[in-house]
């Protein structure tokens, strides 16, 4: 006689999350429960070009219900999780607990601070599509108050915009800002020259793409400074504030901020018990399970993970899709063997499988690492769009930010340059309303 299907809760719809889910989904012998906070899927790699007003956020983001609604045995839920009983095989969230046989955590990382978590209101991380949409009315809306006024200290404070963090996120914001600067706000104003405007990327260490070989952070650094950005190496931040950051012992004035420097995981991992690395990672086994408990995976930013090298894998898209996929085959597997009464095979480590690495600098340049192979400027940059255009869901997002790329390419046009205002409210009252007679 088989037995009932094994129940899977997977908390988290990013990268892992759905394609753990998308390969369970096609396994008859388990029942699963998909939770987010959210309803869709953002695909991380493009946010800063929501940001910077290239794309719209329906464009590289899609409704995790509808990407799922194929797989009959997998529920997705809106809820925020806020524990987890290890011992009891319980997750506990706001849409109710949920009992699991296996389960599967993945959600995602936020930007660190380093304890000054009083920053973020003066300078907003890119890690969601309303971060990505609080930089883009920050951004438009420091050259609206440049127009404003006719003071030319003011203007130049409001034009000077500060990207502190040299990693991917903040070359892509930097170089964008610069170029939208320069070319797409340039004939809009009449009281400003918008391509006048200063963009500074700050990084504390000794080169901005650490993680790539030194000749491409160096053609990136040139690369930067060739569109107008002033790459300063070696310097640390020690305060933000609404007027600016401190450096040093040099204050430096600009009313738009942007961070980009550390992540730190999420701090549903701490619920787990088990040990965490300086950035709140969970540390896992080899199959990506917690020590002593191999029902139990954590996946994506949140997994501290190893090579078979003792190299520690980065947190990129690629490396959370591969884990997702071996979670969902690796659980079916088990769940399969549970239900027909034989005993589980023998579980592999998880292995990643290095494809490389690519970022982009603006305008047809990019750089791009594989193995030994390395690639900069056009080639690059039309490389780093045909694979990131590749890996979006959906065919209709695939044809809009095609589209949306070639109009820009031609045209040098943003289309998405919208301030939308955070208060939704017309009216306020304070008591019922009144009627006249």
């Not at 009983?85 to 930007?111: I, M, N, P």
Request: with cysteine; proline share 4%; aromatic share 8%.
């Amino acid at each position: 006689m088989s037995r009932p299907n094994r129940k899977v809760v997977i908390v988290g719809g990013g990268f892992a999350g759905i394609e753990a889910a998308k390969r369970l989904g096609k396994c008859d012998c388990v029942d699963v429960i998909m939770i987010d906070k959210s309803n869709h899927h953002v695909f991380q790699p493009l946010l800063y070009q929501v940001a910077m007003a290239g794309l719209d956020p329906s464009d590289i983001a899609s409704p995790i219900r509808s990407m799922l609604s194929s797989f009959r045995n997998v529920r997705t839920l809106l809820g925020n999780v806020t524990g987890v009983d290890v011992e009891r095989r319980l997750v506990y969230s706001d849409a109710g607990k949920f009992e699991f046989d296996y389960l599967v955590v993945a959600c995602g990382a936020v930007h660190s601070y380093f304890g000054n978590d009083q920053w973020e209101q003066h300078a907003p991380g890119l890690k969601s599509l309303p971060q990505a949409t609080e930089i883009r009315r920050r951004v438009l809306l420091a050259f609206e108050q440049a127009e404003r006024t006719d003071d030319p200290t003011e203007q130049y404070h409001w034009m000077t915009f500060v990207i502190v963090g040299g990693g991917p996120t903040g070359v892509e914001l930097a170089g964008a800002i610069a170029e939208m600067a320069r070319y797409t706000l340039k004939r809009d104003f009449r009281s400003i020259d918008a391509s006048l405007a200063r963009v500074i990327l700050v990084q504390a260490g000794e080169r901005i793409l650490e993680q790539f070989p030194d000749d491409l952070s160096e053609y990136s650094k040139q690369a930067l400074e060739s569109i107008g950005v002033e790459v300063r190496l070696g310097d640390q931040v020690t305060e933000v504030t609404d007027r600016g950051v401190q450096i040093g012992d040099h204050f430096l004035q600009a009313r738009t901020v942007i961070w980009a420097a550390g992540v730190q995981a999420s701090p549903l991992g701490q619920s787990l018990g088990v040990p965490t690395d300086r950035s709140g990672r969970v540390v896992v086994e080899p199959d990506l399970s917690i020590p002593g408990k191999r029902n139990i995976f954590v996946a994506g930013d949140m997994a501290s993970v190893k090579d078979e090298d003792g190299k520690g894998l980065p947190g990129l898209a690629p490396v959370a899709i591969q884990q997702g996929r071996y979670l969902g085959e690796l659980i079916s597997r088990e769940a399969q063997c549970f239900v027909i009464d034989r005993p589980a095979p023998e579980r592999s480590r998880f292995k990643y499988l290095d494809k490389g690495q690519m970022a982009t600098i603006g305008r047809r340049r990019a750089v791009a690492q594989s193995g030994r192979f390395k690639l900069t400027g056009r080639l690059a940059w039309m490389a780093w769009l045909l694979i990131h255009i590749a890996y979006l869901n959906g065919f209709r997002n695939r044809t809009f930010v095609f589209l949306s790329w070639a109009w820009s390419y031609l045209t040098f046009a943003r289309g998405a340059r919208l301030i939308v205002p955070k208060n939704w409210r017309i009216t306020k009252t304070s008591g019922p309303a009144k009627t006249r007679g």
